[in-house]
């Protein structure tokens, strides 16, 4: 699995001209699942973003979790993390895995983070989405399970 964090001020998604999601200050996290991933690893990584130290303390360090400043988090799902672009000029997607196991997955790292005792918004699964983000930092990590 792979994961890009992006600390924000606030993020929302549509689909067509629907919000579906919206949150403040927290965490937009889009999540690609590939072929090999199961759900070992979806909870490894559930697990690993809520307590990813991103937000800053007293002193402007690392050293604070999406949990400790009582944020919220946006879960988008992207199979387009999982691009492989080592040949050519366009991406195959042939390592994604297929949308049963991909949605599955995906509900999994959500699930597991509403068990951290977070506030959790997500995209559509599937749908064409239009993500709006406000960036705070700019703070963007990229995680693998």
Known sequence: MR???QRVARAEVTVGEELVADIGLGLCILVGVAHADTEDEAIKLARK???LRIFPNDEGKFDRSVLDVHGDVLVVSQFTLIADTTKGHRPSF???APPEQ???LYDLV????RNEQLQVESGRFGARMRVELCNDGPVTVTLET
């Open 3 to 5: 994961a890009v964090v």
């Open 102 to 104: 991909a949605k599955r």
């Open 110 to 113: 959500i699930e597991q983070l």
């Open 94 to 96: 042939a390592g994604a």
């Open 49 to 51: 973003l809520a307590q």
